[in-house]
């Protein structure tokens, strides 16, 4: 893809401000010394003069007016005391803050970490407080939960303002809301080695919470803390994939262990009004119930698939139910819908509705398990030989009426992507001399040590609902396709995917023993907290 490189930017560490134009977003390029190279720049000349977007953003974040007025028109009142605590944005930092406060919103966070901070600061292991997330933890909930640094905003003496009255004065008939606490021990420790968590950028808030709640598990695990003592529990549930083939009829069963559930929203455009002369309408959505998008989620998927007991590709059904359901149920709402196995970010805000008098109930979406008289599935062949992939047709048809065999057009389109002509054709052009040029196509299986996907992309399709397990597997299976990683991921509906690394502690580790949670009916859920971002960028929102 072409990019922009804003000159002013360049450091002479090899950082600057990309801009693609065809992803229409920022990109990062570990390798920009080596390509400015190329145009003769020598990056360890560059002096910085302007501001990169991280920094203007922070700029604005710092400066920015919250709009203190609630839906009804009123002005919010300011509140103070013990649990009433704000956290200063440091810059970008908004979806740490927003999980913390949720998080210590929650008993289980409370109990743990707040009567308990005094006695672990006797006994710390660590050298220093800042090395240990115990400490770090009972920091914040000491700094949060007691009060004592709930006061209102410290505002410039009066009587000097009445002396040099300007028009940058502070109102002080306007109500002072909260200076808040700046965790910046706690996000530098929480960032430590995480390639996004450790950068001052604006990040997903969701997938902070996963990353925390893998921390905090860690850190128990070090100190052999009982599972049952760990606040992180109360959003443990086991979730229940049923695979059923349509023409066997037999069946498979897996319980996952998980933190939280990505839905869609299955969004509606409502239908633009035009007015003459004026600008194009604004492309907005229906209202979704949040049960729909709980049910899109759960629903049945049919998908292709070789049936190790029928010994061909049939149809298969694909079924989610909760095998166990959580104290605390965390929804995360995808913000991408796939248009064309492309991801798409939602153009606009989609309003999604709670229930009815905010009551959630999950009762329907009970999974009883193997049921009497079903017949379990054979488990699958070791290797199964890659099938070959659809090829383009429209492309094969512009390819073949240029005269080129059968054959020799596969393979330009599988070389060059399978999407269009003109590639596959230049392709052709250069292996004209290949004596297997005209032999059929050779799939060769992906060897399982491809190259290490890329975060973004891993990132990319967690956005979708995928683990980040099943997306690294998915982009190794494919050579880092994205499109193919899709793909592979839909017609892979079994895979749990491979974790980072042999010391990769994930909770799907403990997939094998109890899931968490309860099977216990009713499942009743009040909304307890929201986060939500306003905002076009698609790594958060
Ligand atoms: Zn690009
Ligand atoms: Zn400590
Ligand atoms: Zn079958």
Not at 139 to 149: C, E, M, N, T, V
């Amino acid at each position: 893809h072409p990019a922009s490189v804003k000159l002013g930017t360049i450091t002479a560490e090899g950082t600057a401000d990309i801009y693609c134009y065809q992803c229409n977003d920022s990109r990062l390029d570990p390798e920009l010394a080596a390509h400015l190279a190329n145009f003769g720049i020598n990056v360890l000349t560059q002096t910085k003069t302007e501001k990169s977007m991280t920094e203007l953003q922070i700029e604005h974040n710092l400066n920015f007016d919250f709009s203190m007025t609630g839906d009804d028109g009123k002005s919010l009142e300011p509140v103070f005391g013990a649990g009433l605590t704000g956290l200063a944005n440091l810059g970008n930092s908004c979806y740490m803050a927003s999980v913390i406060q949720s998080l210590f919103s929650l008993p289980a966070f409370q109990t743990r970490f707040y009567p308990t901070s005094l006695a672990h600061a006797a006994t710390c292991p660590e050298p220093l407080p800042a090395s240990c997330l115990e400490c770090q933890m009972g920091k914040l909930a000491d700094g949060l939960l007691s009060g004592r640094y709930s006061h209102p905003r410290k505002v410039p003496d009066p009587s000097a303002v009445v002396h040099s009255p300007s028009p940058d004065a502070p109102d002080h008939t306007a109500p002072q809301f909260q200076e808040g606490l700046k965790p910046t021990m706690f996000k530098a420790l929480i960032g430590k080695g995480h390639e996004e968590f450790s950068t001052m950028r604006q990040q997903d808030s969701e997938e902070f919470l996963a990353h925390l709640l893998k921390s905090l598990r860690q850190d128990a695990k070090k100190k052999s803390e009982a599972e049952e003592e760990q606040p992180t529990g109360v959003f443990r549930f086991g979730l229940e994939q049923r695979l059923q083939c349509m023409n066997c009829k037999k069946v498979r069963y897996r319980v996952d262990s998980q933190d939280s559930i990505s839905v869609p929203v299955p969004a509606k455009e409502k239908s633009p009004v035009f007015v003459e002369g004026g600008d194009p309408p604004k492309v907005e959505y229906e209202p979704v119930e949040l049960l729909r998008c709980l049910e899109a989620a759960l629903g049945t998927e049919t998908l292709e698939y070789a049936c190790p007991s029928c010994g061909t590709n049939v149809m298969l059904e694909k079924q989610s139910r909760f095998s166990t359901f959580p104290d605390v149920f965390v929804i995360h709402a995808k913000k991408f819908q796939l248009v064309n196995w492309v991801p798409v970010k939602l153009a606009q805000d989609v309003p999604v509705n709670l229930p009815p008098n905010d009551e959630l109930s999950l009762d329907a979406f009970i999974g009883l398990g193997k049921q009497e008289g079903e017949v379990e599935l054979p488990e699958e062949a070791a290797a199964v030989a890659p099938a070959m992939p659809q090829i383009n047709e429209a492309a094969m048809g512009q390819l073949q009426a240029m005269g080129f065999g059968t054959n020799a057009c596969q393979r330009a389109l599988l070389a060059t992507g399978n999407s269009d002509a003109e590639q596959a054709m230049n392709w052709l052009f250069q292996h004209m001399e290949d004596p297997d040029l005209n032999d059929p196509p050779v799939i060769a299986p992906v060897a399982k040590s491809g190259p290490e996907p890329s975060a973004d992309d891993i990132a990319g399709l967690s956005d979708m609902g995928f683990t980040p397990a099943q997306a690294r597997k998915a982009l190794r299976e494919t050579g880092g396709s994205m499109e193919r990683a899709v793909e592979w991921l839909f017609s892979h509906p079994d895979d749990a995917g491979e974790e980072a690394g042999a010391s990769s502690t994930g909770p799907a580790a403990a997939a094998s023993s109890h899931p968490g949670g309860s099977n216990a009916l009713p499942a009743r859920y009040h909304l307890k907290a929201f986060i939500s971002h306003k905002g076009p960028s698609v790594h958060s929102g």
